[in-house]
């Protein structure tokens, strides 16, 4: 079975400065993991994903994650925030039984 | 043009009532989900088919009966409607039963019962 947690359901950043988002996942199989978008009323956004082949991965946006397996970790970054990424970001982990399994959300709010 | 369309966006209904959501899929994708996103943004699978076929129902009441006529439809109909079926439904779509498939959303449905 496949699950995550992400670590702070609310970060509050300063425009122009690092974002990450925190993500820990548990997986009985090497897992494939995600992170979404959500921006208000709207459904979600594929930012990046890791699929093994990379352990750092770049996504859309500036955003980039890493898998680091010896800490069961992808974390979410962008070296200097801005204003539009203001959303709620779900990291998501999948195996191979045809399910997506998503984190709580971290609520983003960039500070001016 | 848009992938992954759910229609209606809005749903305002009383209870008791039996109402449908419908999800279509441009994209040729062969798997298709339902999700509900609770009022704390909580995201939890419902159902998933797979060419018509479904491969997973997570711990959903029977009040909810998903259907699909073809893999680029899987509409949702819930009798009986309850004051906590509100949400935010998501139908989503995937290529290939792969797990590094990533899934595309529709827009959501705002399902409010009252």
């Known amino acids: 079975a496949q699950s995550v947690t992400q670590l702070g359901s609310h970060v509050s950043v300063s425009e122009g400065a690092l974002v990450l988002l925190r993500c820990n996942y548990s997986?009985?199989?090497?897992?494939?993991l995600f992170w979404y978008v959500q921006y208000p009323n709207q459904g979600l956004q594929l930012l990046l994903k890791?699929?093994?082949?990379?352990?750092l991965v770049k996504g859309i946006n500036g955003f980039e994650a890493e898998f680091k397996k010896s800490e069961t970790s992808f974390h979410l970054t962008k070296p200097s925030a801005h204003m539009s990424d203001a959303a709620e970001y779900f990291c998501?982990?999948?195996?191979?039984?045809?399910?997506?399994?998503f984190g709580k959300g971290t609520r983003l709010h960039i500070l001016p | 043009d848009t992938a992954v369309s759910q229609t209606p966006k809005y749903l305002v209904t009383q209870m008791g009532n039996d109402k449908s959501i419908k999800c279509e899929q441009n994209l040729g994708h062969d798997t298709m989900y339902w999700y509900k996103q609770d009022s704390k943004k909580f995201l939890k699978i419902m159902f998933s088919y797979n060419n018509k076929e479904l491969i997973i129902n997570e711990t959903v009441p029977n009040r909810f009966s998903p259907k699909s006529p073809d893999k680029a439809h899987l509409n949702l109909h819930i009798n009986s409607l309850e004051l906590g079926d509100s949400a935010v439904y998501f139908c989503a779509s995937s290529h290939l039963r792969r797990g590094d498939a990533e899934a595309f959303f529709g827009q959501g449905t705002r399902l409010t019962v009252v």
């Open positions: 998501a982990v999948s195996g191979r039984d045809d399910k997506i399994i």
């Open positions: 997986s009985s199989v090497p897992p494939y």
């Open positions: 890791y699929t093994s082949a990379a352990t």
